[in-house]
């Protein structure tokens, strides 16, 4: 993921992370990024790189004092990593990928909003998240429903959460929907047959 903010002749910027973080602190993690790149190409195998502030410069225009206040926030929010190391002593740097991606999760989690011929269109991102065990059985209890919860996680499970050909987007309304089948249901079952009868109600609706 990280190669998306990557530079080589141009500056690749995330508009978004750049609102997060702040705009120059984002063109010096491009830039590093890209150089990273280069010296994984070259064998670096431990994800510590070396630059230097003239380098930097010369790729972003940051001068080193804005290179350095630019690290002090990366490094704030555990972007980057630095050290110095050799004769004459080198700044390396690393990058921790997880927290970069974190950071591009997060953004594409929240609203966004666009403008489109004087328009403004506003974007809900939802991510399917889902539900524990916990959570659906407290879900069942609050409405009294009789849904037997790990028969809801098994079948779901199964399914790689799929309803139909389409990804679910709220496991609250698939135990509504187990609900309404659950009342047609003959009564005295076991708990075995209500968990089969479960089952083959929900395969129809798939």
């Given at each position: 993921m990280k190669h998306l903010l990557s530079s080589s002749a141009f500056l690749i910027v995330n508009k978004c992370l750049a609102k997060q973080i702040g705009l120059k602190e984002t063109v010096l993690l491009a830039d590093?990024?890209?150089?990273?790149?280069?010296?994984?190409?070259?064998?670096?195998?431990?994800?510590?790189?070396f630059n230097t502030e003239a380098n930097i410069?010369?790729?972003?225009?940051?001068?080193?004092?804005?290179q350095r206040k630019c690290l002090k926030s990366?490094?704030?929010y555990g972007i980057i990593e630095t050290k110095r190391k050799g004769i004459p002593a080198k700044q390396f740097f690393k990058i921790n990928e997880e927290v970069v991606i974190k950071f591009l999760n997060n953004l594409s989690l929240n609203k966004s909003t666009t403008i489109n011929k004087n328009k403004v269109i506003t974007?809900?991102?939802?991510?399917?998240?889902?539900p524990k065990l916990s959570?659906?059985?407290?879900y069942c209890?609050?409405?009294?429903?009789?849904?037997?919860?790990?028969?809801?996680?098994?079948?779901?499970?199964?399914?790689?959460?799929?309803?139909?050909?389409?990804k679910m987007k709220d496991w609250k309304a698939a135990v509504r929907t187990w609900e309404k089948k659950n009342y047609n249901k003959p009564?005295?079952?076991?708990?075995?047959?209500?968990q089969i009868n479960s089952w083959q109600e929900a395969k129809k609706l798939l």
């Open positions: 590093l990024i890209s150089k990273e790149e280069y010296f994984i190409a070259n064998g670096m195998t431990d994800g510590w790189f410069e010369a790729d972003t225009t940051l001068t080193p004092f804005m990366l490094k704030k974007i809900h991102n939802k991510y399917f998240n889902r959570e659906v059985k407290d209890l609050e409405r009294d429903n009789n849904i037997d919860a790990e028969a809801f996680i098994d079948f779901y499970e199964s399914k790689g959460w799929m309803v139909g050909k389409n009564k005295g079952m076991s708990k075995l047959d209500a």
